[in-house]
């Protein structure tokens, strides 16, 4: 079946660091791929998506590429926020319209220290 | 435009019990999913209605079901309530568009908890 893996920390870092949170899938299928964000009290915000191999998604200063010779979708982001602490999620579906439900790594909580 | 809503927002029950948990999707959306949360589990895959149809189902017990109203808002019954469903419950949205990906937009979720 289908699965996600990601480090799930948590990762602390100082603001302006660059963040790197790392994400591998194994899928039978071609997947579409998303980075969900979730802040405490909240539902999921879906933070960016990649459709096919090499697309690049990027939202908020976040970037992931798309990487189906790895099976990668690594999140980056140049300069990180004490905002931007939170729960980051990868995600993967096949079917792409909601049907065949998302399947998501185990979460990653980022924590951005002053 | 509202968003996903979810009803009630917590919930205290005892083992065998049941529960009802509610979700109201964005205006105009026809497909809802639901999921759990938990912390050793995660996120996963309850399942999926669109049109009062049951579309896909996770591997969740049969004590673990669901509705959908013509309306689109949907429900999720658990029954015989165990300590182990205790748990974040999320309920997604989703257009259908037809594009390539419709995107889910996430409820609050219903915090369930089981004495």
């Known amino acids: 079946g289908n699965s996600v893996t990601q480090m799930e920390g948590p990762v602390t870092l100082s603001e302006e660091a660059f963040l790197t949170i790392n994400c591998t899938y194994t899928?039978?299928?071609?997947?579409?791929l998303f980075w969900y964000v979730q802040y405490p009290g909240e539902g999921l915000q879906l933070l960016l998506k990649?459709?096919?191999?090499?697309d690049k998604g990027s939202n908020k200063g976040f970037e992931a590429t798309y990487r189906k010779e790895t099976t990668s979708f690594h999140l980056e982001k140049g300069s990180v926020q004490v905002s931007d602490s939170a729960v980051y999620f990868c995600a993967l579906s096949e079917g792409g319209g909601g049907a065949d439900g998302l399947t998501f790594g185990k979460g990653t909580h980022l924590i951005i220290q002053p | 435009k509202a968003g996903v809503t979810q009803t009630p927002r917590y919930l205290i029950k005892t083992r065998g019990q049941q529960v009802t948990l509610s979700c109201s999707p964005i205006?105009?959306?026809?497909?809802v999913s639901w999921y759990q949360q938990t912390p050793g589990q995660g996120l996963q895959f309850l399942f999926e209605y669109f049109s009062e149809t049951q579309r896909n189902k996770g591997n969740f017990p049969g004590r673990f079901s669901g509705r959908q109203f013509s309306n689109s808002r949907s429900e999720m019954n658990v029954s015989t309530l165990e300590l182990g469903d205790s748990a974040l419950y999320l309920c997604a949205s989703t257009s259908n568009s037809g594009g390539p990906y419709n995107e889910q937009f996430f409820g609050p979720g219903t915090r369930l908890t089981v004495l």
């Open positions: 205006s105009g959306h026809r497909s």
């Open positions: 990649a459709t096919k191999a090499d």
């Open positions: 899928a039978t299928g071609y997947p579409s």
